[in-house]
């Protein structure tokens, strides 16, 4: 069973920048992984995604320019890096792993994937 645990949460103000770590430790990420965020009271939404295939990204319009979604060599990590971050930022992060492979794309629904982190807060405010 696939475990993934989300790092990198925190504080900040706005403009600031955080940079969240998802990795399962034992395991190399030979999937197509996701980052979800959930606010208080609202439902959650796909905000990023990185295809297994050929790392093919896509980007919710929220955060396109600011966020940048990639995966390091060994495969064993992905990274969503956040800059100039808003308050309406502010949320439960998840990450979640997919064995959808779409050849040049990734999807961002959450019923496309199989396995899900805990979640890491991130606040935005000042």
């Known amino acids: 069973q696939l475990q993934l645990v989300e790092s990198g949460g925190g504080s900040v103000q706005p403009g600031g920048s955080l940079r969240l770590s998802c990795a399962a430790p034992?395991?190399?990420?030979?999937?197509?992984i996701g980052w979800f965020r959930q606010a208080p009271g609202k439902e959650r939404e796909g905000v990023s995604c990185?295809?297994?295939?050929?790392?093919?990204?896509n980007y919710d319009d929220s955060v396109k320019g600011r966020f940048t979604i990639s995966r390091n060599n060994a495969k064993d990590s992905v990274y969503l890096q956040m800059n100039s971050l808003k308050p309406e930022d502010t949320a439960v992060y998840y990450c979640?792993?997919?064995?959808?492979?779409?050849?040049?794309?990734?999807?961002?629904?959450?019923?496309?994937?199989?396995?899900w982190g805990q979640g890491t807060q991130v606040a935005v405010s000042s």
């Open positions: 990185i295809s297994i295939s050929d790392n093919s990204t």
């Open positions: 034992g395991f190399t990420l030979d999937y197509t």
């Open positions: 979640a792993a997919s064995l959808l492979d779409l050849q040049g794309m990734c999807v961002m629904t959450s019923g496309a994937y199989d396995y």
